[in-house]
């Protein structure tokens, strides 16, 4: 997935530039950041960029790292930049990660810190493919083949143009309210030990205009942030009980907030 958004936007001569980290347990935080390496020709230090200054950063199997190395993401994520000793170095731009945790084996794992974990705008679940989507698989290979012919359908300005019509949609402030309220509900909520942070309530607002952008309207509706409220808050959440649901208590909270705005 990340490779197929790096192949889709035209970078121009050079293209997008992707990046690929497999964190390992033995992984340490200056070979994501990058370190500064003293160059004896020049007598000077001189800095060698980390992979996580690229357009777009895939963090495969993340909670596989220390959690020191994990926290090498975090300035990053949050304010696009990475500092090293006095310097400051920014990702070009369009810049996002998408990471991957493993879900499955849990020796030689580590849970993620919630503070990295509030840094992701949302995580989704592919699951595996359907029949029909798996005989397909067999018969072309994608990987191999269907990448490899991908071509760009915009370019890099494009799709910053789209990102700024994204936050320019309109959101009524009743639904501002019913974003705010679904956050603090979170809060309160005997379900859950942790709460959404604001962090949660901005990416739902965003996530939701984009949501609306792709369906075509320049304003946002009530169903765009009930799409979205599970996969945007759920990996923010602790629950009280292991046993319960959290995608089904954000939901429930979300169609209560909803039903709540139709009322007035």
Do not use: W
Not at 75 to 100: C, D, L, N, W
Not at 118 to 135: H, K, N, Q, V
Not at 191 to 197: E, K
């Amino acid at each position: 997935m990340a490779k197929t958004f790096a192949r889709l936007i035209n970078g121009g001569k050079k293209g997008l530039v992707f990046k690929r980290i497999q964190f390992t347990p033995d992984l340490l935080p200056y070979d994501i950041t990058g370190v500064d390496v003293f160059d004896p020709a020049t007598h000077h230090f001189r800095f060698v960029p980390g992979p996580v200054l690229a357009n777009i950063v895939l963090a495969d199997e993340i909670n596989r790292a220390a959690p020191k190395v994990q926290s090498a993401l975090l300035e990053v994520m949050a304010e696009r930049q990475v500092t090293i000793g006095s310097h400051t170095y920014k990702p070009p731009e369009p810049f996002f990660v998408i990471a991957t945790e493993n879900p499955v084996e849990s020796e030689g794992t580590f849970p993620l810190p919630s503070a990295q974990l509030d840094r992701f705008m949302m995580r989704l679940s592919l699951g595996y493919p359907d029949r029909e989507a798996e005989l397909s698989i067999l018969d072309e290979n994608p990987q191999e083949k269907a990448l490899a012919a991908l071509k760009p359908v915009c370019g890099t300005a494009d799709f910053m143009a789209a990102r700024e019509a994204a936050a320019g949609v309109f959101c009524h402030p009743a639904l501002k309210e019913a974003i705010a309220d679904l956050v603090r509900d979170t809060r309160i909520h005997r379900g859950f030990t942790l709460g959404a942070s604001p962090r949660a309530g901005l990416h739902l607002l965003a996530a939701a205009r984009a949501l609306a952008l792709l369906r075509g309207r320049a304003y946002v509706t009530d169903e765009d942030i009930a799409a979205l409220a599970a996969p945007v808050l759920c990996h923010r959440l602790k629950l009280r009980d292991p046993r319960s649901q959290a995608d089904k208590l954000v939901r429930e909270i979300c169609l209560a907030r909803i039903e709540g705005i139709k009322t007035v």
